[in-house]
C-alpha cells in the first residue's frame, strides 16, 4: 500500500513570497489533514477535510493560508504572502472516516520543510 | 481544553537498556484515546502504540508498553531492551471520543538518544 505522498520536501522562499504544498493521502482515507511543526514543537492542526469538506480550520491563519481538496483526494496549501514566522515542517495525514468507538490512525507523509528568510 | 504535557525535551539510553519517557494530560472527558508516536530523523511519523481510556489493561506492542494511569492522567511509554533505530522524536498525544472529528492533540515531544 502505497503511503501518504508530499511534495516538494524542500522550499526555501523570501518573506513575502507565495508558497504551495500538495499532498497525495492514502487511496481510500476519506479524511486529510494538514499540521504545521515548528522546530522543537509538536504538530498543530491547519485543518482537517473529510472527503472534499472542511471539517475544521479553527487553527488555519486564513488571512494567509488557504487550502482545498478537489474531489475528495489530492490537496495542496498555500501560504500568501509568506512570513519568516511561517518557517516549519508542514505535514500531511490521512485516514479512514472516523466511527464512534474506534480512533483510526493517522498516517503521516514525510512532510515539507519551509525556510522563509 | 485538552492539554497533553511531555516534561522531558531529551533523554538519552544506553542500547539494550530499558527508558521511560513521560507524558501527562489534562482533560475532563473520560473517554479518549491516548497515542505514542515516533518521528524519526527522516521525518515520516509513525504510530508506536494506542490506548483506549475505557481499558484497563496496559498497551503492549513488542519491545514498547504505557503505564497508563488514568486517575493520575499519566500515560508513560516504556522501550525496553533500546536499539538504535529507537533514536527519534516520541510525541504524545490524545484523543477525544466525544468529538467525532478524529482530531488529536500533540505534546511537544521528547527526544530520545540510543547511546552504542
Known amino acids: 500500500e502505497a503511503g501518504v505522498a508530499q511534495s516538494p520536501r524542500y522550499k526555501i522562499i523570501e518573506k513575502r513570497q507565495s508558497v504551495a504544498f500538495w499532498c497525495n493521502p492514502i487511496?481510500?482515507?476519506?479524511?486529510l489533514y494538514w499540521y504545521q511543526q515548528i522546530l522543537g514543537q509538536g504538530p498543530k492542526l491547519l485543518i482537517q477535510?473529510?472527503?472534499?469538506?472542511?471539517?475544521?480550520d479553527s487553527q488555519l491563519p486564513k488571512d494567509r493560508f488557504s487550502a482545498e481538496r478537489l474531489k475528495g483526494v489530492d490537496s495542496t496549501l498555500k501560504i500568501q504572502p509568506a512570513k519568516l514566522e511561517d518557517s516549519a515542517v508542514y505535514l500531511c495525514?490521512?485516514?479512514?472516516?472516523?466511527?464512534?468507538?474506534?480512533?483510526?490512525?493517522?498516517?503521516f507523509g514525510p512532510g515539507t520543510r519551509l525556510t522563509v528568510t | 481544553a485538552q492539554t497533553v504535557t511531555q516534561s522531558q525535551p531529551e533523554m538519552s539510553v544506553q542500547e539494550a537498556e530499558t527508558v521511560t519517557l513521560s507524558c501527562t494530560y489534562d482533560?475532563?472527558?473520560?473517554?479518549?484515546?491516548l497515542f505514542w508516536y515516533k518521528q524519526p530523523p527522516s521525518r515520516q511519523m509513525i504510530l508506536v502504540i494506542r490506548?483506549?481510556?475505557?481499558?484497563?489493561q496496559n498497551a503492549t506492542e513488542n519491545r514498547f508498553s504505557v503505564n497508563f494511569q488514568k486517575a493520575a492522567k499519566s500515560f508513560s511509554l516504556k522501550i525496553s531492551d533500546s536499539q538504535l533505530g529507537d533514536a527519534a522524536m516520541y510525541f504524545c498525544?490524545?484523543?477525544?471520543?466525544?468529538?467525532?472529528?478524529?482530531?488529536?492533540?500533540f505534546g511537544k515531544g521528547t527526544r530520545l538518544h540510543i547511546l552504542p
Open positions: 482533560t475532563s472527558e473520560s473517554d479518549y484515546y
Open positions: 487511496s481510500g482515507h476519506a479524511t
Open positions: 490506548q483506549e481510556a475505557y481499558k484497563q
Open positions: 495525514a490521512s485516514s479512514p472516516k472516523a466511527i464512534a468507538g474506534y480512533s483510526y490512525e493517522q498516517y
Open positions: 477535510f473529510q472527503n472534499n469538506g472542511v471539517v475544521d
Open positions: 498525544a490524545y484523543r477525544s471520543e466525544m468529538n467525532r472529528d478524529d482530531k488529536i492533540i
